[in-house]
C-alpha cells in the first residue's frame, strides 16, 4: 500500500445571507480538505485516469441510457470534508466540477442517523475509472458550522470501484449531468450541493469558486473552495466572465469557448471545451496538439506517455495564451511543465522535462477541443456561476510564479 497524501489545505466557506453578498463577521468558516496523490495502482495512472477521464467526458453527452455520466479521474483530487447527518459523521469527498452526484460509502461505510431518509431509488453512476450503485438517501450536510443544508439528496454506495481512500464525491458540476443517475427516473435530475445552498437561503447566488496553487510536493498544498461568491484574498485584479457555452456537448459540462496560441502561431481556433477541476492535465485536440508538439520541439516520451523536451527546448519555450473572450490567459513556460520534484511519480526520470499539455485523442472541430484541467486551474481563479450561466477567471499571484 501506498500512504495516501495529506495535504492539509483550507477551505474557506463565507457565510453570506440571502440576497445580499455579505461575508458574515471576520472568521470565515472554514475546512480542511487534502490534496491526494493515489499511487495505488502503482506510479504511473495519472495519465490514464485522465484519458479514461477524457474520453468518458466526451462521450457522455451520448448518454441518453441509464445511469450512464461523466467519469472521474480521482488519482489526483482535492477533498473535502463533508458531515452528514445528525449527529454528523464526516466524510472526505472529491470536490468535483466534471460531476454532479454527491455521493458518500466508497471508504467509509454511510452511518444512518436520526436524519436520514431512504427514498428507496436506486441511483447509480458509471464513470470513466470507476463507478457506484446504491441507494437514495436524503439527508442533513454540512460544511461546517452555519452551512447546513437539509434534507440534500446523496448517494449511498452499496458498491464503488475506483475510489480508493475517499469516500465519495462532492458534485459541482451542473445539474443536468445528474439525469440518469436515478435509475427508475431517467429523466429526473437531482438538485446539487450548491442548488440546495441557494433554494434553503444560505447562499445568495448559485455561485462555486475555487483557488488551487501549484506545488512541487505531494504533501503540502493549498486549496480553497468559496459558496456563493468568490475571495478577493485569491485572486489578484478582477475576475473576468465568459458565457457558458452553446456548443455542444462542451455545453452540458462548465464549458467555455476559447482560442489557444504558442508565441504567435495559431495552435487552437476558437472551439467550446471545458473546464474540470478533475483532470490533472491540460487536454487539447488532436490537431492542435501535433501544432504544439511541433512549435515546441517536444517528443512523446514512451515511459509516461507525456510530450519531453531538452533543457535547450525549454529556455526556448515561449507563451501558452488562452483567449477566453475578450481576455487572454497565459500560461509561461515554466506553467507549461509537470513540476521536476513530482516527475518520479508520474514514473518519469527526475531531471526531465515533461510538458502538462496532451492530446484529448479527437479531432477539433467536435464541440469538445480542450479541457483546462488543474494544470490550468493551479494558476488562475476560477468561478462557476449557475446563475449568470457563465465561468469566470483571475489571475493570482501563483499565475507568473516560478514553481516548477
Ligand atoms: C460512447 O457511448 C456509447 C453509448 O454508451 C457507446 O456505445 C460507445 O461505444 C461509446 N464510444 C466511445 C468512443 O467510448
Ligand atoms: C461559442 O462558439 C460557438 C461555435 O463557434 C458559437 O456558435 C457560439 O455562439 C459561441 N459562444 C457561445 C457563448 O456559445
Known amino acids: 500500500m501506498f500512504p495516501v497524501a495529506s495535504l492539509l489545505t ?161 458534485g459541482l458540476g451542473p445539474e443536468g449531468l445528474t439525469k440518469g443517475s436515478l435509475i427508475n427516473s431517467p429523466t429526473t435530475t437531482i438538485p446539487t450541493v450548491t442548488e440546495k445552498l441557494h433554494s434553503e437561503g444560505i447562499i445568495p447566488e448559485m455561485v462555486v469558486s475555487v483557488s488551487f496553487e501549484p506545488t512541487k510536493s505531494r504533501t503540502v498544498t493549498n486549496g480553497e473552495l468559496t459558496f456563493g461568491g468568490t475571495d478577493a484574498t485569491k485572486y489578484t485584479g478582477s475576475i473576468a466572465y465568459t458565457p457558458v457555452t452553446t456548443e455542444y456537448p462542451a455545453s452540458t459540462y462548465w464549458g467555455i469557448n476559447e482560442s489557444i496560441t504558442y508565441g504567435s502561431t495559431t495552435i487552437l481556433s476558437s472551439n467550446a471545451g471545458i473546464v474540470d477541476t478533475g483532470t490533472t492535465f491540460l487536454f487539447i485536440a488532436s490537431d492542435a496538439y501535433t501544432r504544439y508538439q511541433s512549435a515546441t520541439g517536444a517528443s512523446l516520451d514512451t515511459a509516461t506517455g507525456l510530450l519531453l523536451i531538452s533543457s535547450a527546448k525549454y529556455k526556448a519555450l515561449k507563451n501558452l495564451d488562452f483567449h477566453i473572450g475578450s481576455e487572454t490567459y497565459t500560461l509561461t513556460p515554466n506553467a507549461q511543465i509537470w513540476p521536476r520534484s513530482l516527475n518520479t511519480y508520474l514514473g518519469g526520470s527526475s531531471s526531465a522535462i515533461y510538458l502538462i499539455i496532451h492530446d484529448i485523442g479527437t479531432p477539433s472541430g467536435e464541440g469538445f477541443d480542450f479541457i483546462n484541467g488543474y494544470t490550468f486551474l493551479e494558476r488562475f481563479y476560477s468561478v462557476y456561476d449557475t446563475t449568470k450561466s457563465r465561468v469566470g477567471f483571475a489571475k493570482t499571484k501563483y499565475t507568473d510564479a516560478t514553481t516548477n
Open 10 to 170: 483550507i477551505l474557506i466557506l463565507p457565510l453570506l445571507i440571502a440576497g445580499s453578498a455579505i461575508e458574515v463577521g471576520n472568521s470565515p468558516i472554514t475546512l480542511s480538505i487534502a490534496r491526494r496523490l493515489d499511487f495505488s495502482d502503482g506510479p504511473i495512472n495519472l495519465l490514464q485516469h485522465d484519458k479514461a477521464r477524457v474520453a468518458a467526458l466526451k462521450n457522455s453527452s451520448s448518454k441518453d441510457h441509464v445511469g450512464s455520466a461523466p467519469l472521474t479521474n480521482f488519482a489526483v483530487g482535492y477533498v473535502a470534508a463533508v458531515h452528514v447527518g445528525s449527529p454528523a459523521k464526516t466524510y472526505s469527498l472529491i470536490v468535483d466540477t466534471g460531476s454532479s452526484n454527491t455521493w458518500v460509502g466508497a471508504a467509509a461505510a454511510y452511518v444512518k442517523t436520526s436524519s436520514s431518509v431512504n427514498t428507496g431509488q436506486p441511483v447509480s453512476v458509471i464513470y470513466g475509472s470507476g463507478s457506484f450503485s446504491g441507494t437514495e438517501y436524503t439527508d442533513t450536510v454540512s460544511f461546517g458550522s452555519g452551512l447546513t443544508i437539509t434534507k440534500q439528496s446523496i448517494g449511498v454506495a452499496s458498491t464503488s470501484i475506483g475510489f480508493t481512500g475517499v469516500d465519495g464525491i462532492l
